[in-house]
Every structure is written in C-alpha cells, then in structure tokens.
C-alpha cells in the first residue's frame, strides 16, 4: 500500500514483513533507521498487538529497501515497488 505524503513515499507492511525487512538491512544504516521510526497500528479489542507498520522515506531510500526486499523477502519488495511506482506516477 502506499500514499504520498510531501514527496516521500510512504509504504506499508504487517509487522511481520517489516520485522523480516529489518532483519534484512544493516543495522545503523539509514534504511535500518528509516524501518526504525514507523508508526504501528494497534488491532482491536480482540488483538490488540500492532498489526501494521507505516513509515516514510525518500525515494532513495525506497529504492534501496526495494533491492534489499528482492533479494532476501521478495513478498516484501511487491509493496515497496508498488509505493514506489505510485509516487513516481505522481510526479
């Protein structure tokens, strides 16, 4: 899923496909960081656990968790594309 938000792009994933992600990214990289500061979701009353993460980024950065998703989670790298397709669309 995406929506553009002051030309970054914003992607989100279930915590499980960001939890594979970050698994995935170096830590201490930007990307690591920019994983690092999204906002959770929290489910209801029946699960109320963060069911979804959101978080914004540059295109640059998109690009280079899209590479990253590719090679490691590739279930992953189809949302990071579609958000990326979208904001350059949007241009």
Do not use: N
Not at 29 to 55: C, K, M, N, Q, R
């Amino acid at each position: 899923m995406w929506k553009r938000v002051s030309g970054m792009v914003e992607i989100i994933l279930s915590e499980t496909q960001l939890a594979r992600l970050k698994a995935a990214v170096p830590k201490r990289s930007v990307e690591h960081a920019a994983l690092e500061a999204g906002d959770y979701f929290a489910g209801d009353e029946i699960a109320p656990e963060p069911v979804a993460v959101t978080f914004t980024c540059t295109m640059e950065i998109a690009r280079q968790l899209l590479a990253v998703a590719r090679a490691s989670c590739p279930d992953v790298a189809v949302g990071i594309r579609a958000a990326i397709d979208q904001q350059a669309r949007r241009r």
